[in-house]
């Protein structure tokens, strides 16, 4: 996938279906004059004579026929999203007028953009790095408050600015070891082969505390896997219900009501979670629907971040209890054994993980806690950045080596203090600079460009 940055291009940038506003974009160098063309203006002035960042009630017409009364938005470039000129028509949110609004940008000479073509156009024009566009997919796709907070932290250039400071030092030492190098012959060092060391070990430990953070990052972004498990007739359909405050499973007396798995997500302080209720595991069964439902249970549980184990505990541990408990050892997920009906009289000897009741909802805010933590995820937002892209971790993991190579060699260097040593010292430290700037931007392929911004919507 290729962008223009020269044309002008149009989409819609709000979701279908009907609703009460729909937003189409316009931008490039030909969108005022589009509009021109379809946009009648009250009260009726010439549209290049608007300033920037104001809006201009009117009317959409195709030739004498009236589409629909809208709001445009003008932001001129360069002080613009993408920092072109765009253009915002807020219509009504009809599917029918959205479309021919849209169909008339493109008979005025518009073409339709591409997903993500307007932030692409950002970046390209400066206006936000790599990372900072990648913040604008999170956003969108963000689950919780706690996962949109770390990624307008990104966007506002959290990441960013702890990535250029580390390039910066990389610029500055391997200027300092160059321009040694062309002084060779005269013995010159501007650095002592110590003091290069000890910057690139200070460098790695900070990589260290960013690439710490990529467990609980990446877990704001795509979320925690959460399965019930247990034998039939213990309360997982309960559980479910209980967790997600509403009656999503039917819960019933009779042992296997639940004959499918039942996914829903949910925010658990902060963290995405998808929980999942899955039919009650026999150890023999001889109903085709019975295997079937299993089929899909063990599906569940092989995908699972965390397992609940959840038993009855007013009733002492059954034999199908003691079965699931040993089929959930195959799974590499954590088991958290919970049990339920606290609020019944307790069978001596179940010393559960847990205690909860899904019949009076004790228990259950210490189940939810109980999850954060087993996650690893329960530590206070302190505001620092996080890591939250496996491509961001590929390109610090690739930085570190590089510099750990160059750490071997200037160890070596520090005793013979050989100018072939540290050519080699300066190479890695190249690699090193090229995958940081991978991340912002600053050195990525095209075709990472155009795999990043092609998974973003149309319309942004």
């Not at 896997?225 to 997600?244: H, M, Y």
């Not at 160890?411 to 013979?416: C, G, P, R, T």
Request: hydrophobic share 40%; charged share 20%; net charge negative.
């Amino acid at each position: 996938m290729s962008y223009a940055v020269d044309d002008t291009i149009v989409a819609i940038a709000t979701a279908r279906g009907a609703a009460g506003i729909g937003v189409i974009r316009l931008c490039g160098p030909g969108a005022l004059t589009i509009l021109s063309n379809i946009f009648r203006p009250s009260p009726v002035f010439s549209l290049p004579d608007w300033p920037s960042h104001t809006s201009h009630h009117g009317r959409i017409t195709d030739k004498d026929t009236v589409v629909d009364e809208v709001l445009v938005t003008y932001f001129k470039t360069p002080a613009s999203y993408t920092g072109d000129d765009t253009i915002e028509v807020s219509a009504h949110g009809s599917a029918v007028i959205l479309d021919t609004i849209l169909h008339l940008c493109c008979a005025g000479g518009a073409r339709l953009a591409q997903p993500g073509e307007f932030t692409f156009r950002a970046f390209a024009n400066g206006k936000m790095d790599l990372a900072e566009a990648e913040a604008v997919a999170d956003i969108i796709a963000a689950k919780t408050t706690r996962a949109a907070a770390s990624a307008v932290r990104q966007l506002q250039g959290g990441l960013s600015h702890t990535i250029e400071a580390w390039r910066k030092k990389l610029v500055d030492l391997l200027s300092a070891i160059e321009v040694s190098l062309d002084y060779g012959d005269e013995n010159i060092r501007f650095l002592h082969p110590n003091e290069i060391r000890d910057r690139i070990k200070a460098l790695c430990a900070d990589i260290d505390i960013l690439l710490a953070t990529a467990a609980k990052g990446m877990l704001l972004r795509n979320g925690l896997r959460v399965s019930i498990a247990g034998a039939p007739n213990v309360g997982k359909s309960s559980l479910l219900n209980a967790l997600l405050a509403r009656d999503r499973a039917i819960v019933s007396d009779i042992a296997g009501t639940t004959r499918d798995v039942i996914e829903e997500l949910l925010d658990i302080q902060g963290i995405p979670v998808v929980i999942t209720d899955t039919a009650g595991l026999r150890e023999h069964t001889t109903d085709p629907l019975e295997k079937h439902s299993h089929e899909r249970t063990t599906r569940a549980l092989k995908t699972a971040d965390i397992i609940l184990w959840l038993t009855d505990t007013s009733r002492p541990l059954s034999p199908a209890d003691m079965y699931v408990r040993d089929a959930l050892k195959q799974y590499p997920a954590k088991i958290i054994p919970v049990g339920n009906k606290s609020d019944l009289p307790q069978c001596e000897g179940i010393i559960p993980a847990l205690r909860i009741s899904t019949k009076t909802g004790a228990g259950i805010k210490d189940l939810e806690t109980a999850i954060v933590a087993t996650a690893n995820a329960a530590t206070p937002d302190s505001g620092e950045p996080l890591l939250t892209s496996t491509r961001h971790q590929d390109a610090l993991l690739r930085t570190q080596r590089a510099l750990n190579v160059a750490l071997t060699i200037g160890n070596h260097s520090a005793s013979q203090e050989t100018d072939s040593e540290e050519v080699l010292v300066a190479e890695h430290l190249r690699q090193a600079l090229r995958a940081l700037g991978e991340i912002t931007g600053a050195t990525t392929p095209e075709d990472i460009l155009a795999n990043i911004f092609s998974r973003f919507c149309v319309g942004k």
